[in-house]
């Protein structure tokens, strides 16, 4: 058993930055994958990025490519999110997400993964 706690959400401009935090515990972050979700109102939740468990094997959903990276620290049991370059379309309920499957690219759906965090908000205005 793992939980999940999100940090780093709010309100930033277009153009800007934002860095979400995801803290575990429990059990070491290292025994998952780590991936990130988002939802939007209206809209079902959508894969933004998954990393290994050793941190060198990374994957992202298309429009998040080049601007986001995921990245995580085990002896912190984080994971990160830097969110560059933020558009209008990035506001979302942002969720991280522990899969205790083995393979990277079979953690870009929803149903890959265990465990979840409640989500902290990322509202970008134009």
């Known amino acids: 058993q793992v939980q999940l706690v999100e940090s780093g959400g709010g309100l930033v401009q277009a153009g800007g930055s934002l860095r979400l935090s995801c803290a575990t515990s429990?059990?070491?972050?290292?025994?998952?994958?780590m991936g990130w979700f988002r939802q939007a109102p209206g809209k079902e939740r959508e894969f933004v990025a998954t990393?290994?468990?050793?941190?060198?094997?990374?994957l992202y959903g298309d429009s998040v490519k080049g601007r986001f990276t995921i990245s995580r620290d085990n002896a912190k049991n984080t994971v990160y999110l830097q969110m560059n370059s933020l558009k209008t379309e990035d506001t979302a309920v942002y969720y991280c997400?522990?899969?205790?499957?083995?393979?990277?690219?079979?953690?870009?759906?929803?149903?890959?993964?265990?465990?979840w965090g409640q989500g902290t908000q990322v509202t970008v205005s134009s």
């Open positions: 429990g059990r070491t972050s290292s025994t998952y994958i």
């Open positions: 997400a522990a899969s205790r499957r083995y393979v990277v690219a079979a953690t870009t759906t929803l149903s890959a993964y265990d465990y």
């Open positions: 990393i290994s468990r050793s941190g060198g094997s990374t």
